[in-house]
């Protein structure tokens, strides 16, 4: 080989070094999660297209995220729903106590009269007034309220558990989108890492210092690396349509998401938690309303053992009829007859035979009123279970966030290395293909641990019965 020709052959292997270490630089930095996310797809129509327009704003925050949530998602609504049928039947078991007056009005026309009558013979109109007023009904009535109030409380309960699920379920696609927004990241600098690759592997096979295995394995890995481009991108996608689902509302092009993820968390002591979880709860105050409602419903069916007393008033108010006074010797005369009348009455019950009817009665409600209490019990303790769970989770995601970033420290260290072998000419393309590999699922792996982190974090604080608009989030942006 001649001096120009050993001195092109060094050229060119200076411009493959140079370049194999930019890629290097290039590759080995894992990058820090952005602190904004744009969403850069066309509108995403949760709720059906042109349902509650304009109401994401540019920049979306998580705890912004959370309120629109829980205004516009169809299960908060529906909770909510529920909340008032319980406060309409709690209006309908408070009437029950107070009077009942009725006024009835109808037009009467009689039909085939016997030929004495006082009634008139004309159509006529006829008034009904009448009072009623429950004077004893065992306590029948007033546990049927407290029953009543229990059901609200027990929807109360439902709907405030509702958000919380829903919460959850915000912080749990705000992190997703966030997540799959930086796995694109990672597959794209894995492909121009890749690309970068196989230019510098194209450029050693031309100048004779490399064989043409190392631009083939270059090119198959540009391959392999765009299909994972591609799905990355899917996934993002897929992530920014569940979380407009969640929301209830359509998400604009543009929106970004601004609230960065938690990398950290605060100790918690397992038993603080335990307690904190069994006094704020709401599914568990829900639960002890039904218990508490179906103890009301046995003192209502033992009621029906009892008899029950009313006072009632009637008065009908009827014209006035004319009939001849020859029928009460009376001749030539026209006499005058009122027929309005009307009668007070104390109104006593007691169902002394009814076929078991009321037994059974008590026997379903106490029935069920073990059930509620079995309910109870069998909530409270899985409460403890789902505190203990989300704590332990917590604790293994933050093992795993560090282990996680140890490895991706690692796999820099071994691709740089593997850069310096090549360069030296001691070592092969194949190495540095397999650093490249490992550096790319090692950032994969911190990033998925980041997003376990935030779901255990959110897990947890569902667990506890916090508000996840205003919990707290513990740890900066990393």
Not at 24 to 29: C, D, G, S
Not at 196 to 221: H, I, M, N
Not at 294 to 310: D, F, H, M, Y
């Amino acid at each position: 080989m001649g001096v120009e020709e050993r001195k092109s052959v060094m050229r060119l292997r200076s411009i493959a070094v140079v370049s194999l270490l930019g890629l290097a630089l290039a590759v080995i930095i894992v990058p820090s999660p952005a602190a904004t996310v744009e969403y850069k797809g066309p509108e995403l129509t949760a709720g059906g297209p042109g349902a509650a327009p304009g109401v994401v704003p540019v920049t979306l925050s998580l705890d912004q995220a959370v309120e629109i949530a829980v205004r516009y998602n169809p299960q908060v609504a529906s909770a909510q729903e529920g909340v008032l049928v319980a406060d309409a039947q709690l209006t309908q078991a408070a009437s029950l106590l107070l009077p009942r007056v009725n006024v009835v009005t109808q037009r009467v026309t009689p039909v085939d009269l016997p030929p004495f009558s006082f009634q008139s013979r004309e159509s006529t109109w006829e008034t009904n007034f009448s009072f009623s007023q429950p004077l004893y009904t065992a306590g029948s009535l007033k546990a049927g309220l407290r029953a009543a109030d229990s059901f609200r409380r027990g929807a109360e309960g439902t709907y405030r558990r509702t958000r919380e699920q829903i919460s959850f379920a915000v912080r749990s696609q705000y992190y997703g989108v966030l997540t799959t927004e930086e796995g694109v990241n990672v597959a794209q600098q894995v492909v121009d890492s890749a690309v970068e690759t196989l230019r510098v592997a194209r450029l050693r096979y031309e100048a004779g210092v490399a064989p043409q295995f190392d631009v083939l394995s270059a090119e198959a890995r540009v391959a392999r690396v765009e299909q994972a481009l591609i799905a990355a991108r899917v996934n993002r996608d897929i992530a920014w349509a569940s979380l407009s689902t969640v929301l209830g509302v359509p998400i604009p092009a543009g929106t970004q998401l601004t609230t960065p993820r938690p990398v950290t968390v605060q100790e918690a002591d397992p038993e603080a938690l335990r307690l904190e979880a069994l006094a704020n709860r709401p599914d568990l105050a829900a639960a002890e309303g039904t218990a508490a409602a179906a103890r009301a419903q046995v003192a209502v069916a033992k009621a029906g053992k009892q008899p029950t007393i009313s006072a009632a008033a009637s008065y009908t108010l009827l014209p006035s009829t004319t009939v001849s006074g020859d029928l009460f010797g009376r001749p030539g005369e026209d006499i005058v007859v009122s027929q309005s009348s009307g009668i007070i009455a104390l109104v006593a019950s007691w169902s002394l035979f009814n076929g078991g009817q009321v037994y059974g009665q008590i026997a379903q409600a106490e029935a069920q009123l073990r059930q509620a209490q079995d309910a109870v019990t069998g909530l409270k303790q899985q409460i403890e279970l789902d505190v203990r769970s989300a704590h332990l989770s917590v604790e293994a995601a933050k093992a795993q966030v560090a282990a996680a970033q140890k490895e991706a420290a690692q796999a820099q260290e071994a691709q740089r290395i593997a850069t310096i072998r090549y360069q030296e000419g001691v070592g092969t393309s194949v190495e540095i293909l397999s650093a490249e590999a490992d550096l790319e699922g090692a950032k994969n792996r911190y990033n998925e641990a980041i997003f376990g982190l935030n779901l255990a974090i959110a897990q947890l604080d569902l667990a506890a019965g916090r508000d996840a608009a205003r919990a707290p989030e513990a740890g900066g942006e990393q």
